[in-house]
């Protein structure tokens, strides 16, 4: 079976550039099942109801998401009412969403799981042991996980401590596409940043020239997206669905 997972999808220019080349990336690839995390798909950041159903339209199995997940307060009620939109899972009992997703493919059963880190970023419960809960709840050996963190050493921590127990563990949130992709011990397939999906010509999505200034002066700047030719950035990867073991993981990046 073989998965693609595009890295944070931004403003509208990105969702238009996914629709432009998903599927027919999908049918040249012999692509099952797609991912994308959509947290900063909304034109000004955060996700609203619009952009969720555009990346379900374009062809998203499943949406993930972020730090961003609530920063646009009408997509807050989508969260109970969609299990295809996914919100991390180690935000505390009692709030809106869920963070495990199963997709029915007939043939074998995926699933998905949203986890946020907590260096750098807010302080949720530990992703370690909210993982180990949700393991103890799953019936598939196919196993997604997002994994939506600042900290690159967390990152790859995260990444051995689930080697031989998940399918794959992908990272999203920095928006630059790391080199570290890999089959790890027991057959999870890892990689430390997926990157982005749109423009490309930016600091992570933001107009060069606002970004140069805000670190340069520390003076209040208002962020505006890039309006530069967008590039996708992808894994693909290849797994066993009986075993749930990833065979062969590969970066993509589409202009």
């Not at 969403?97 to 807010?122: C, E, K, P």
């Not at 990689?191 to 340069?216: F, N, W, Y």
Request: proline fraction near 4%.
């Amino acid at each position: 079976m073989k998965l693609i997972f595009l890295g944070d999808v931004v403003g509208q220019a990105g969702v238009e550039f996914v629709a432009k080349n998903l599927w027919r990336l999908k049918k040249e690839l012999g692509i099952d099942v797609t991912i994308i995390n959509g947290e900063n798909s909304a034109q000004g950041n955060g996700i609203t109801p619009d952009s969720f159903e555009s990346l379900i339209r374009v062809g998203a199995d499943v949406v993930t998401t972020g730090n961003h997940c609530f920063r646009r307060k009408e997509v807050i009620p989508l969260y109970d009412k969609n299990d295809t939109l996914l919100r991390p899972a180690n935000f505390p009992d009692g709030t809106v969403g869920r963070g495990v997703t199963i997709l029915d493919l007939g043939r074998a059963q995926i699933a998905v799981v949203n986890l946020m880190g907590t260096v750098y970023l807010d302080s949720l419960d530990n992703p370690f042991t909210v993982m180990d809960n949700v393991l103890k709840e799953l019936d598939t050996p196919n196993i997604i996980v997002d994994l939506h963190a600042e900290a690159t050493a967390e990152k790859k921590a995260l990444g051995f401590y689930l080697a031989g127990k998940v399918t794959a563990v992908l990272g999203t949130h920095t928006h630059v596409q790391t080199a570290d992709e890999a089959i790890l011990e027991g057959g999870t397939a890892y990689i430390t940043d997926v990157g982005m999906t749109g423009p490309e010509i930016s600091v992570l999505g933001v107009q060069k020239e606002l970004a140069i200034e805000k670190l340069r002066t520390h003076c209040p700047v208002t962020f505006k997206e890039s309006t530069s030719p967008c590039f996708m950035n992808a894994v693909t990867v290849e797994f066993n669905e009986r075993t749930g073991r990833a065979e062969k993981i590969e970066r993509l990046i589409v202009r």
